[in-house]
């Protein structure tokens, strides 16, 4: 009998063990440092709004938490009103769709109160108890406190309601059960508000709330684990998203941001371009569009001086090329002459032989972190998908080539461009590029 207990307990130990090494450290763990409730930190409060809008109404600052925390772009569908939900998360295990968040009353979440609100930030339950899929980042928005989420909630209620269905989930089993998200909840949501490091200035503190729970910066940038979590111990080491790659923006300075200066860091987020460096698109310019640049310089400076802080990850490619081609389509890198004829009709009036656009600086190639990147999965979607990007007035749209060339011509052309402006050319081909096309 004390053989089969000692066993049981060992196995009990070896089982909490490997759930504990699973679920990892927080995203905030790296820093050593204690963490401490906001009323007992000493410099001041880094959450909520900014100071200059302490004194504004519930609805202006619920409306600047509600960008921040860039609803829009996911509760949004094609061609939909915003906030209506129908926008469609693309998985290797089926699809499934964002709700109605308008205060409809049958649609959408006008029967919410605010503990069910709550519920559904924090804890990812809805209001009918049933579990939400962490598409929806509550494992970040957990680290949002009662009082801005509630601000957020306000702010949706002013809205018009909207009666809109999304379509149904389309996922395979067993991951169309709801009911297993209990057990993934217990292991990888922390369910707990956020805690200020005591270690850290207020700024660093205000970067660090935005990041990691308004903003929620790793549900992209950050590697999963083998349960489908964030690997926080390789964190903002870029990973890959709905067949985009969110880079990494830890302080590695050959791969991430080590060798971006503030101003560049800054640049990036409110307006989605820096020179030598690139435009942001796909994804992240949707976050640009529609959170980023609406934020204060105040809080876009805080968000730098917290991604200085994060230790680089290991290096995932080499440093870009920033130094231009050849102004002759006859010299340099040729790679592909199917690639170069497709670039000569269709791409060299707006990004030239040489990679420096007289057209406009966002069309500029040279530097860019996408180009460079030997996997070519954003070259890619850039030209399957076309870029639109709303912000600044000055920003270049790119119109998509998806249905005007054909998956070799397509895998040609990127392999030519990232070898003639990049560092390393890629070696995509045409199944490459219909797997990127489904994932849109």
């Known amino acids: ?56 109404s519930l609805l202006e600052r619920g409306k600047y938490l509600t960008e921040a925390a860039d ?21 290797p295990f089926g699809t499934m769709y964002s709700t109605n ?32 899929y962490p598409a929806m980042p509550y494992t970040s928005y957990t680290f949002v406190t009662d009082a801005d989420a509630l601000a957020i909630k306000a702010y949706l209620f002013s809205l018009a309601p909207v009666r809109a269905v999304p379509p149904a989930n389309t996922l395979l089993f067993p991951f169309n059960q709801r009911w297993a998200m209990t057990f993934w909840s217990l292991v990888f949501n922390p369910d707990t508000r956020f805690q200020p490091d005591a270690s850290q200035s ?28 964030l ?34 860091i800054a640049s990036y987020l409110a307006a989605g371009h820096v020179s030598g460096h690139g435009t942001a698109s796909g994804p992240m310019g949707e976050a640009v569009d529609h959170s980023f640049s609406k934020m204060t310089k105040a809080d876009i400076e805080a968000m730098v001086t917290f991604l200085r ?34 670039f000569e009709g269709a791409c060299v009036s707006c990004h030239g032989w040489s990679g420096e656009s007289v057209v406009s600086k966002f069309a500029t190639l040279t530097g860019s972190a996408a180009v460079n990147d030997p996997s070519a999965m954003n070259v890619a979607q850039i030209v ?45 081909t045409a199944r490459d590029i219909a797997d990127l096309r489904a994932q849109n």
């Open 1 to 56: 009998m004390k053989s089969v207990i000692g066993a049981a307990i060992a196995g009990a130990v070896v089982g909490l063990g490997a759930i504990w090494y699973v679920r990892g450290p927080g995203p905030l763990a790296f820093t050593g440092g204690k963490n401490v409730a906001v009323a007992d930190y000493k410099d001041g409060d880094p959450t909520g709004v900014p100071a200059d809008m302490r004194q504004a």
């Open 384 to 428: 399957i998908s076309g870029t639109r990007r709303l912000t600044p007035e000055a920003a270049l749209s790119m119109p998509s080539f998806g249905h005007a060339f054909s998956d070799d011509e397509i895998a040609a052309v990127v392999n030519y461009v990232t070898a003639r402006f990049g560092t390393k050319g890629s070696s995509l």
């Open 71 to 91: 609803c829009v772009v996911c509760h949004t569908g094609p061609g939909g009103k915003k906030y209506a939900g129908g926008f469609a998360f693309k998985l």
């Open 202 to 229: 207020l700024k660093w503190n205000r970067g660090a709330y935005l990041a990691e729970a308004l903003a929620h910066c790793g549900e992209c940038h950050t590697p999963r684990n083998i349960g489908f979590a």
């Open 309 to 342: 802080s994060v230790p680089p990850a290991a290096s995932s490619g080499s440093s870009a090329k920033t130094v231009p081609a050849p102004v002759s389509h006859k010299d340099g890198v040729t790679a592909s002459l199917l690639g170069k004829k497709v």
């Open 101 to 132: 968040i308008t205060p409809d009353t049958e649609t959408g979440i006008g029967k919410y109160t605010d503990q069910k609100f709550l519920d559904a930030m924090h804890r990812g339950v809805r209001r009918d108890g049933a579990r939400l």
């Open 231 to 264: 690997d926080n111990r390789k964190k903002f080491a870029g990973a890959p998203v709905a067949g985009w790659h969110a880079s990494d923006i830890s302080s590695n300075k050959v791969s991430g941001l080590g060798g971006w200066s503030d101003d560049d």
